[in-house]
């Protein structure tokens, strides 16, 4: 049986529930984009089924933020998933500000540990800086998915070295995350 992955790329492409933006991009062009390079990477690999929460560059979920969120998280736990990753691009009023982070809902779990192996997969690949794996259970989706669930925050859009590897690394972005998922499940790279 195949290991389920859902891939929540953040944000819908316009209001409402649009992301972050910085240095000419948009948040969620890039999370759409490294979502469609990671679902199909792992469609490639018997081992893994994936889906993406946007399947065209123009599908827009939800009505407000909440109902946004609750569509991605929905069709996560409907499908059942196994796994949750959710893309995001972090900002800052800081232009400074730079680095990839992951969140978990809490220390020690089994989405703890798979965030632990895509972050060092991000940072070793892409070269940005590690932040760390974070702990924030009042994020919406690690709070009401039903699997180990993660937020990667890819890097700091407002920040000019990380948007520039935003928007010319985002296939390795997704190709890091699924290093990141043969690492944790302790698979050899391809089947
Ligand atoms: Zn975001």
New binding site residues.
Partial sequence: MAIKIFIDQ??NPENVNA??EGNNLR?QDI?YNVGIYLRDLLNNDSRFEARTSRNTPTEILGYNNTSSLRARVDAANSWPANYFISL????SDNPNYNGTEVYVAQAFSQAYYLAEYILNAIVARVGTRDNGVRINPSLYVLRNTTMPALLV?MGYITNFEDAQKLRDDQYQFAYAIYEGLLTYFGFSPQA
């Fill in positions: 953040g944000h992301g972050a948040e999370t995001h691009c972090n900002a925050e």
